[in-house]
């Protein structure tokens, strides 16, 4: 498992940091992909399949993205107007679904909440790269790919107490710690590239591997509810898109808005 993890990583992380590096329009079309992705496995955790309702979520989640660099308003207006689209939608086409026990009314709910969980950190990422520039990007990829990796080879190498066994059966205080101290060394890696300020930025990094973490759990959290082990299949090793990027959804939403406090700075970069 170890070695189609790798392998997957190592062939999407190229166009993505190539996406990163050269911005717009790259960076917006690679994000307005993965977010129609994310809509899509959201449906089908909660629903079971992909329908209209999804399809407008996907949609409206996608032209948001696409507007935000320009017209950011728009951009989450769209996006509120594809959640309660969509809504409306699933009232009118929803058909029974006993095995999730859910009545029309929360069906249809939980497939407008799709539009935030993915909307809200596509929107910020690709706010992020046309105000903070590239440096912040990377340093949040950089941040939430650490927590992951840390988590998981520090967790499946020394193993230990169960972090949330209610939640997910296998993540470990001891991943927990792993990922955290990755998270730290790669704002020490910044620090050391003069993007600012060594401790301001360790701690910084420290608390954004915290909050990835969280979207971790959160994800695992949203799966058990469902019955369902991976959010998809797109990416061998790894699960869905979803399983990806659950570290960014509370995470870029976070950084962006600390991002608007400082000016489009995060407020330790030198």
Known sequence: MFATRL???SILLPPVVAAV???SPWFDLMIAVFVVLMTWEWETICAGRFSAA???LALSAAAAVLWVPHHPLVGLAIAAAGGGGAF???LAQWTPS???GMGRLRSALWLA???PYAAAPALALVWLRASSGLGTVLWLFGVVWATDIGAYLVGRGLGGPLLAPRISPKKTWSGAVGGLLSAMAVGAAAAALGFGEWMPLIALSAAASVVSQVGD???SALKRRFGVKDSGKVIPGHGGVLDRVDGLVPTA???ALLAMAHEGEIGVWG
């Open 54 to 56: 999804g399809a407008v």
């Open 113 to 115: 909440c799709g539009s």
């Open 7 to 9: 392998i997957s990583a």
């Open 253 to 255: 939403p976070l950084i």
């Open 217 to 219: 759990l959160g994800e």
């Open 21 to 23: 590096y050269f911005g």
């Open 98 to 100: 006993p095995e999730r």
């Open 88 to 90: 409306i939608v699933a």
